[in-house]
Nanobody
Framework: QVRLVESGGGSVQAGGSLRLSCSASRYSSGSNCMGWFRQGPGTEREAVAAIVRVGASTYYADSVKGRFTISQDNAKSTVYLQMNRLKPEDTAMYYC??????????????????WGQGTQVTVSS
């Protein structure tokens, strides 16, 4: 079992920045891909960004390209999501997720093996 603990959510005005962190209790073959999903009110959970632990290949949703950056510190088993130029439509619960590396660059909810508890991001206009 892998436990994921998120931190860093909060409220910010449009144009502002936030950084989310996700610490994993350990790595396994089922958690070689780490990423973030989000779910807004009345919407389905969607992939935001993902990173492969070995090689650091990344995935970004079109809606966040150029604004969000995913990175990792393998020594700390931690993944970060730097969110810049935030928009009101970025408001959502953000969930850290871990999956196998095979599905990393085409992330889907069904492929996630482990979820964090979620952290709320609210962007006001």
């Amino acid at each position: 079992q892998v436990r994921l603990v998120e931190s860093g959510g909060g409220s910010v005005q449009a144009g502002g920045s936030l950084r989310l962190s996700c610490s994993a209790s350990r790595y396994s073959s089922g958690s070689n891909c780490m990423g973030w999903f989000r779910q807004g009110p009345g919407t389905e959970r969607e992939a935001v960004a993902a990173i492969v632990r070995v090689g650091a290949s990344t995935y970004y949703a079109d809606s966040v390209k150029g604004r969000f950056t995913i990175s990792q510190d393998n020594a700390k088993s931690t993944v970060y999501l730097q969110m810049n130029r935030l928009k009101p439509e970025d408001t959502a619960m953000y969930y850290c997720a871990a999956s196998s590396s095979a599905s990393c660059l085409r992330p889907r909810v069904v492929d996630v093996n482990y979820w964090g508890q979620g952290t709320q991001v609210t962007v006001s206009s």
